[in-house]
């Protein structure tokens, strides 16, 4: 491990958040010279100004480290990632505000997506005297409030009221209710003072947090009867109203919901899963909304209230701390009540700052613990693994999931039914090394805290599974040679970005193959070809048991007919755990034992090449 010990003196940390914010103002990074903005806006006697400094979708990370690889993390933009980084870029704002008004928020998911948070959650959970890496990690750094994020569901209600205990900071979320009450379960909003000096009125802010009605779909095990989680804008309807009652002057929104509005589950629930623009165009009032959940760099997005006419500012600083959002609220005092006149926002990169020592510290024996656990060697490979073609071919790492699933499957119900399984190539830079397999390699490979469920289907259902999951590749005619971007990730009404991998899947059976074309060439809805279970064509009653995940046999990525589907086997048993569980048990892995070439691209019939 090379991350470099923390610096063990305060002075020392003083300096470096200083330079860290000198360095930054002098790039221009920071927004305008700290004396001029600073006391410009606290001297004049009507104008004054609130900076919002956001976070969104941290998802366990602490360090700009990548569990998976055992290295530094980096990518092809070489973003760094990590709260140790974002409180320098805080308190190098907080210096360079020093006497204004400064609010932190974040914006939900934080407690899952690495290692460092699994361990903590499963592994060696959190307890009252036993406190989560980020709790440990957010408390210095000095958070005013968090909106929950549909990850923070994923380990069941109780270890989130655990880590809710911990943190000093309240988690919002206005809309997630009490099935028979109908009220929030958390706290739905904060109510925050401040003083503007010069004996001018004191300046009072409401922040809401609102977070994502998929919760419902994605963790229904966790959830069902339990909570309940409306629309975003449904909820606001009636927050934003009692906030200004209460006399705040502001309100801004920390929304764990994308900008560009669109829902992975179609129809499956009324209420939108990408919300926050509907949010500043339908609900009055809402002068600016901290946005997350997309994983996107939104710097500064404009949106006319309908009712209003008044722009509210949107503001999203992608994710794993790549940013810091900072929103600039300037305001005048009008009948002695503040006002927003302007606002203004931008993204701080993570990568032109260290890391501050103090957060750094307060999580290095929580990490040196997870980094000595996934390392530890499990098994061995005959061979390399790879899972970088995935996503355009049938691959042998991807076959590795499906057949570990299947056999679960297969060993409860007895043998029953003739069994497949579906697995999605979650993660391109996934790898089994030829020689020692670590449990970081195994868990790289399947990332997502996902359960396994068996369900039935039809010949014909599972013919409407494949013709929705071929919907993730482009329609393209020839034979190519294409590149990977030019088949993969369509976009689609629910996929305005670009289809993610993680809502294509491959079927596979585990003890005949089943096997099948997909031309990109048709029209999505025509593209399943020569469909057939052991050699023989598959009959539209033709009956199935399938290895699923929960997040999609619970309606995660919209897929037809699994929601209702008879649910054969649910033992909560996590499929990353399952991966590990099996390679320690059986040590080798060994291709020749589940590896296939069960399925392949054509256009027009014929086999494509993709470079």
């Given amino acids: 491990m090379s991350l470099p010990d923390p610096a063990p003196a305060r002075a020392t940390t003083r300096r470096t958040v200083i330079a860290g914010g000198a360095a930054l103002a002098a790039a221009g990074f920071l927004p305008g010279p700290a004396d001029a903005a600073g006391r410009g806006h606290h001297q004049h006697p009507d104008r004054g100004r609130l900076t919002v400094l956001g976070s969104t979708d941290l998802h366990g990370h602490v360090y700009n480290w990548d569990?998976?690889?055992?290295?530094?993390?980096?990518?092809?933009?070489?973003?760094?990632?990590?709260?140790?980084?974002?409180?320098?870029?805080?308190?190098?704002?907080?210096?360079?505000?020093?006497?204004?008004?400064?609010?932190?928020?974040?914006?939900?998911?934080?407690?899952?997506?690495?290692?460092?948070?699994?361990?903590?959650?499963?592994?060696?959970?959190?307890?009252?005297?036993?406190?989560?890496?980020?709790?440990?990690?957010?408390?210095?750094?000095?958070?005013?409030?968090?909106?929950?994020?549909?990850?923070?569901?994923?380990?069941?209600?109780?270890?989130?009221?655990?880590?809710?205990?911990?943190?000093?900071?309240?988690?919002?979320?206005?809309?997630?209710?009490?099935?028979?009450?109908?009220?929030?379960?958390?706290?739905?909003?904060?109510?925050?003072?401040?003083?503007?000096?010069?004996?001018?009125?004191?300046?009072?802010?409401?922040?809401?947090?609102?977070?994502?009605?998929?919760?419902?779909?994605?963790?229904?095990?966790?959830?069902?009867?339990?909570?309940?989680?409306?629309?975003?804008?449904?909820?606001?309807?009636?927050?934003?109203?009692?906030?200004?009652?209460?006399?705040?002057?502001?309100?801004?929104?920390?929304?764990?919901?994308?900008?560009?509005?669109?829902?992975?589950?179609?129809?499956?629930?009324?209420?939108?899963?990408?919300?926050s623009t509907l949010l500043a165009q339908q609900v009055p009032d809402i002068d600016a909304i901290l946005v997350g959940h997309a994983h996107v760099d939104i710097p500064q997005r404009f949106v006319t209230n309908e009712k209003t006419g008044r722009a509210v500012l949107l503001c999203e600083p992608d994710y794993w701390g790549m940013r810091l959002a900072v929103m600039d609220l300037d305001m005048e005092l009008k009948h002695g009540r503040w006002k927003v006149a302007s606002a203004s926002s931008q993204n701080l990169n993570s990568n032109v700052v260290s890391e501050d020592p103090h957060v750094a510290a307060a999580v290095r024996k929580q990490h040196d613990t997870v980094v000595a656990y996934v390392n530890s060697v499990i098994g061995t490979s005959t061979e390399e693994l790879l899972a970088a073609r995935g996503v355009v071919e049938d691959v042998p790492i991807i076959d590795f999931v499906n057949y570990v699933q299947a056999d679960a499957v297969k060993t409860a119900l007895a043998g029953s039914l003739p069994v497949l399984s579906i697995a999605a190539p979650f993660n391109r830079s996934a790898s089994f090394p030829?020689?020692?397999?670590?449990?970081?390699?195994?868990?790289?490979?399947?990332?997502?805290?996902?359960?396994?469920?068996?369900?039935?289907?039809?010949?014909?259902?599972?013919?409407?599974?494949?013709?929705?999951?071929?919907?993730?590749?482009?329609?393209?005619?020839?034979?190519?040679?294409?590149?990977?971007?030019?088949?993969?990730?369509?976009?689609?009404?629910?996929?305005?970005?670009?289809?993610?991998?993680?809502?294509?899947?491959?079927?596979?059976?585990?003890?005949?193959?089943?096997?099948?074309?997909?031309?990109?060439s048709q029209a999505v809805g025509s593209r399943i070809l020569n469909l057939a279970y052991g050699g023989t064509p598959v009959a539209a009653d033709q009956q199935f048991a399938m290895a699923i995940n929960n997040y999609r046999q619970s309606g995660g990525g919209g897929f037809p007919h699994v929601t209702t589907a008879p649910v054969?086997?649910?033992?909560?048993?996590?499929?990353?755990?399952?991966?590990?569980?099996?390679?320690?048990?059986?040590?080798?892995?060994?291709?020749?034992?589940?590896?296939?070439?069960?399925?392949?691209?054509?256009?027009?019939?014929?086999?494509?090449?993709?470079?």
């Fill in 67 to 275: 569990y998976y690889k055992n290295l530094e993390y980096d990518d092809t933009a070489h973003n760094d990632v990590g709260v140790a980084k974002v409180a320098t870029l805080i308190q190098a704002m907080r210096a360079q505000r020093k006497g204004e008004a400064i609010l932190t928020l974040d914006a939900g998911d934080t407690i899952q997506g690495t290692p460092l948070a699994y361990y903590y959650a499963i592994v060696d959970p959190i307890s009252r005297h036993h406190v989560h890496p980020m709790a440990n990690a957010m408390n210095l750094m000095g958070y005013d409030a968090a909106a929950l994020g549909n990850h923070e569901f994923n380990y069941g209600i109780e270890l989130l009221r655990t880590f809710e205990s911990q943190v000093n900071f309240p988690l919002l979320g206005a809309n997630a209710v009490d099935p028979s009450t109908k009220r929030p379960v958390f706290p739905p909003y904060l109510i925050k003072s401040y003083d503007m000096g010069r004996h001018r009125p004191r300046l009072k802010v409401g922040i809401l947090g609102l977070t994502n009605p998929g919760i419902a779909i994605w963790d229904k095990a966790n959830v069902e009867g339990k909570i309940e989680f409306p629309g975003l804008v449904e909820q606001a309807t009636i927050f934003v109203p009692q906030l200004k009652r209460h006399g705040c002057d502001l309100v801004v929104v920390a929304a764990h919901s994308g900008a560009d509005t669109s829902s992975s589950y179609g129809d499956a629930l009324p209420y939108p899963e990408n919300a």
């Fill in 434 to 520: 030829a020689g020692d397999v670590t449990l970081r390699d195994v868990a790289g490979l399947y990332i997502y805290d996902n359960t396994l469920l068996g369900i039935q289907i039809a010949g014909a259902e599972l013919k409407d599974y494949l013709e929705f999951s071929a919907a993730y590749f482009q329609q393209i005619t020839g034979t190519g040679p294409f590149t990977l971007a030019e088949v993969t990730n369509a976009v689609t009404p629910t996929a305005p970005t670009g289809t993610p991998d993680y809502n294509y899947d491959a079927v596979a059976g585990l003890d005949a193959p089943l096997t099948y074309d997909i031309d990109i």
């Fill in 568 to 611: 054969l086997y649910n033992r909560q048993v996590a499929i990353t755990q399952l991966l590990i569980d099996w390679v320690t048990t059986n040590k080798t892995i060994d291709p020749a034992l589940f590896a296939s070439v069960d399925w392949r691209l054509v256009s027009g019939g014929q086999p494509i090449t993709v470079s």
